[in-house]
T-cell receptor
Framework: QQQVKQSPQSLIVQKGGISIINCAYE??????FPWYQQFPGKGPALLIA?????SEKKEGRFTISFNKSAKQFSLHIMDSQPGDSATYFC???????????FGTGTRLQVTL | ETGVTQSPTHLIKTRGQQVTLRCSSQ?????VSWYQQALGQGPQFIFQ???????GRGNFPPRFSGLQFPNYSSELNVNALELDDSALYLC?????????????FGPGTRLTVL
């Protein structure tokens, strides 16, 4: 059973544009929602994370929007740059569980 | 501060063999999690060790086993390798045994089973 659904599978954005990746979860016990960035041949690197007590968190060009009632959260990358081209994974976990449950990933390509 | 390191980087084995993968945690972290990432997929949780004890396990058969040592480094052992075990194996360390702790990933070990 896939507990975190991620879309789109791939995304092409022009330099300077906004990249938006969406995730939806099923388990209402989840209370921690990180986003990871992964470059080819590398392990995932934590980008930004949010807990459900806030609806939005911004760090530089990266923003997470969180909708608890809809059980959805999204990543917005403002002013997208070619260096942002990577695969992005949303994930979720709860304080009582030891594991991260990942989405299937979004391959982002930022073109010049 | 030293990050999470894994060895070896790449490994090729044949079906039926056994393999051991190693992970050194980030300094100060007492929890290690292992994930399997198949090509084009998100990482799947295998298990976690907290202070040398298993602290949660995903949907993987018993031929996947692990150890954590007093210095918090860890091993993942896979017996009776199958073709579907070909994947990137990721180790992640975190400062505590809770699911909401930030997990920091190593670069992974690419295992190919022929």
């Amino acid at each position: 059973q896939q507990q975190v659904k991620q879309s789109p599978q791939s995304l092409i954005v022009q330099k300077g544009g906004i990249s938006i990746i969406n995730c939806a979860y099923e388990n209402t016990a989840f209370d921690y929602f990180p986003w990871y960035q992964q470059f080819p041949g590398k392990g995932p690197a934590l980008l930004i994370a949010i807990r459900p007590d806030v609806s939005e968190k911004k760090e530089g060009r990266f923003t997470i929007s969180f909708n608890k009632s809809a059980k959805q959260f999204s990543l917005h990358i403002m002013d997208s740059q070619p260096g942002d081209s990577a695969t992005y994974f949303c994930a979720a976990s709860s304080g009582t569980a030891s594991k991260l449950t990942f989405g299937t990933g979004t391959r982002l390509q930022v073109t010049l | 501060e030293t990050g999470v390191t894994q060895s070896p980087t790449h490994l090729i084995k044949t079906r039926g063999q056994q393999v051991t993968l190693r992970c050194s945690s980030q300094s100060g972290h007492n929890t290690v999690s292992w994930y399997q990432q198949a090509l084009g997929q998100g990482p799947q949780f295998i298990f976690q060790y907290y202070r040398e004890e298993e602290n949660g396990r995903g949907n993987f058969p018993p031929r996947f086993s692990g150890l954590q040592f007093p210095n918090y480094s860890s091993e993942l052992n896979v017996n009776a390798l199958e073709l579907d075990d070909s994947a990137l194996y990721l180790c992640a360390s975190s400062p505590g045994g809770r699911g909401t702790d930030t997990q920091y990933f190593g670069p992974g070990t690419r295992l190919t089973v022929l």
